[in-house]
């Protein structure tokens, strides 16, 4: 089953790379996002980029967001070009293939993010090229890795279940875009209602809070969902119900 | 052990109210190039999709090997190899890329893999092609690749739905003899449906007709021709094609039916009559008979005739 998975995420990560006719169009995007997160928010930062690591954390949302794009053109799209069909009249296991769909969405934005985390170190250092080498917090370097893989895998589910309900690809990345805006806008919109002199108060606590205690939470938290969703993605991906559909 | 790969027995499915398959029972022993005949809405792509554990069927049995499609359904889909409604194929990939995905799929060793696409895209003159995008591709090159991905893995059995459907006919003709050439070479059984009788009668050696749902015809090509027992003349000659003989035709006993095909007639009569009464009334009524061929209709014919027959 893991090579199965294996073959259908690599399969659908090329496609999402070809997705604008060559190789060049989506090699061009992901080195944008490389570009902005591993050199210029760095150099911008300079310093701060190791020091402040809350700073990374700003810009993190823009690999994950791209795990909505493969997800929808994966699962929707493959529907509405009229290959999945095709793909359930073979012998790969329901299972495997709609793992393989989460593996291959989740490797993509969770990938670029950890290259552009990584690039982003480099690029601090050849800028204090001479200067002690520097890295991220190690606490705060698992901690992220951590929890964008589980904020990977989140999206990606909930991109199944959402995929599966909308008539065309397009559909159903403007809906699971949205509910993502909506999810990061929230606690924007709730500061902004906040009473006048309210923030500064909670701001100045936000800094003595144990941040470590914070990512369990998150972690598990994301965790626990991430299980629940799969295993009730597991039960709605059946071929006999597809076809139908 | 018996030689059927398929055993259908009283299959039904309905979606809601629609009765899309009733009591369709039949066997096709291996190695049989079957082709199931009907028109659009029959009931044709439910049968595959039944036959492939895609659909779950409301009545009745089928076993694809001995096996339930739904309950074994990837023991049978292991075995089998499929064009869909659809071709199926990744058309922002190469066609190197989508057999490869499909290779893979099948856990074919690489090696054999990249000889058993240069096989089939030799074959079907589609290998110096095999680097290009699919999506750039004519539906016939298209329709090829997708006969090629369903061949790739050697599948005992072959589900192919419209093959044809969209091609124009010189691209159709070269498909059905690409189908031919590997048909032969590949010794599979082969499960076809088409709305082309032409095709369903060069390629099949066993024919069922579905309508509306039901199965209302099952044999050999010849037998099906056969069965709706009726023989056409065809008569040339001169003032062959005046109304009031036409019309003086239609009213004899075992006439079924007159057609004027330019110069010529066509007359469908009613069972094993001779030929001689409709010559007789052509000559008494001033026309001059050059020839006659007397021919047992075509499976089109005999279709169109079973169709008649049912809406009757």
Same mark, same amino acid.
Not at chain 2, 243 to 255: D, F, N, Q, T, Y
């Given at each position: 089953?893991? $090579?199965?998975?294996?073959?259908i995420?690599?399969k659908?990560?090329k496609?999402v ?21 591993? &050199? ?44 999945l ?20 969405a989740?490797l993509?934005?969770?990938g ?6 990584? &690039? ?10 001479g ?19 589980l ?13 599966? $309900? ?6 159903a ?11 990061v806008?929230?606690?924007v919109?709730l ?12 701001l ?42 | ?10 299959? /039904? ?8 398959l ?8 291996? /190695? ?7 028109p659009? /809405?029959?009931?044709?792509?439910t049968?595959?999709?039944l ?13 694809v ?12 889909r ?9 071709t ?15 290779g ?15 096989e089939?895209?030799?074959?079907l ?9 699919v ?28 093959? *044809?459907? !969209? ?6 003709a ?20 088409? @709305?082309?009788?032409? =095709?369903? =009668? ?9 309508r509306? !749902? ?13 069965? *709706? ?5 065809d008569?040339?000659?001169q003032?062959?094609?005046a ?18 095909v330019d110069? @010529? ?5 009613? /069972? ?12 008494m009524? !001033?026309?001059?008979?050059?020839e ?21």
């Open positions: 089953m893991l $090579r199965d998975m294996w073959t995420s690599k659908d990560i496609e790379l070809f997705s604008r006719g060559n190789k060049r169009g989506g090699l061009i995007s992901i080195l944008v996002v490389v570009g902005l997160i591993g &050199v210029y928010f760095p150099l911008f930062s300079q310093d701060t980029w190791f020091t402040s690591p809350i700073s990374v954390l700003n810009w993190a949302w823009m690999p994950i967001f791209m795990v909505t794009s493969l997800v929808t053109d994966s699962i929707a799209g493959e529907r509405e070009r009229h290959t069909e095709t793909l359930l009249a073979s012998r790969v296991k329901d299972q495997a293939i709609l793992l393989g769909k989460i593996s291959a989740v993509y934005g969770w670029l993010f950890m290259v552009s985390l990584l &690039v982003g170190a480099i690029t601090i250092n050849i800028a204090n090229w200067g002690p080498l520097q890295f991220y917090p190690l606490g705060f370097f698992i901690a992220c890795a951590g929890l964008s893989l904020l990977c895998v989140f999206i990606s589910t909930i991109g199944v279940f959402v995929s599966l $309900r909308a008539p065309t690809a397009r559909i990345y403007q809906r699971l875009s949205l509910s993502m805006l909506a999810l806008m929230l606690p919109i500061v902004q209602l906040l009473p006048k002199g309210s923030l500064a108060p909670m100045a606590s936000l800094e003595t809070i144990n941040l470590q205690l914070v990512f369990w939470i998150l972690g598990i938290a994301l965790l626990g969902l991430d299980t629940l969703f799969i295993l009730a993605a597991l039960a709605r991906f059946k071929r006999t119900r597809l076809i139908l559909e | 052990m018996n030689n059927n790969t398929i055993e259908c027995k009283q299959l /039904g499915k309905n979606f809601g109210a629609l009765r899309a009733q009591n369709v029972s039949m066997q096709i022993p291996a /190695g049989s190039v079957f082709g199931l005949l009907g659009n /809405g029959s009931g044709k792509t049968t595959i999709r036959m492939l554990g895609l659909l779950q069927p409301d009545a009745g049995s089928v076993s090997f001995g096996l339930d499609p739904i309950s074994q359904g990837d023991a049978v292991e075995q089998c190899g499929a064009l869909l409604e659809h199926g194929l990744y058309e922002r990939l190469s066609a190197e890329d989508n057999l490869n995905f499909y893979q799929i099948w856990h074919m060793p690489q090696r054999e893999l990249q000889a058993r696409m240069q089939l895209l030799g074959k003159d589609l290998w110096d092609r095999r680097k290009e995008l999506g750039n591709w004519s539906r016939g090159m298209k329709q090829k690749l997708a006969v090629a991905r369903a061949m790739l893995h050697q599948p005992k059995l072959v589900f192919l739905d419209e093959p *044809t459907a !969209g091609l124009d006919p010189v691209a159709a070269a498909l059905n003899n690409d189908l031919l050439k590997l048909v032969k070479d590949e010794q599979a059984t082969i499960f076809l449906t088409t @709305h082309n009788l032409s =095709e369903a =009668e060069k390629v099949c050696n066993l024919v069922g007709v579905l509306k !749902g039901q199965l209302i015809a099952f044999g050999g090509p010849h037998t099906l021709t056969q069965s *709706t027992g009726n023989a056409v003349v008569i040339f000659g003032n062959l094609t109304s009031a003989i036409l019309e003086k035709l239609r009213g004899l006993p075992h006439v079924q039916q007159v057609e004027a110069d @010529h007639l066509v007359i469908e009569l009613e /069972g094993k009559t001779e030929p001689a009464e409709v010559i007789k009334t052509l000559v009524n !001033g026309a001059a008979v050059d006659v061929r007397r021919r047992q209709a075509d499976l089109e014919e005999s279709f169109l005739k079973l169709m008649e027959e049912e809406n009757a």
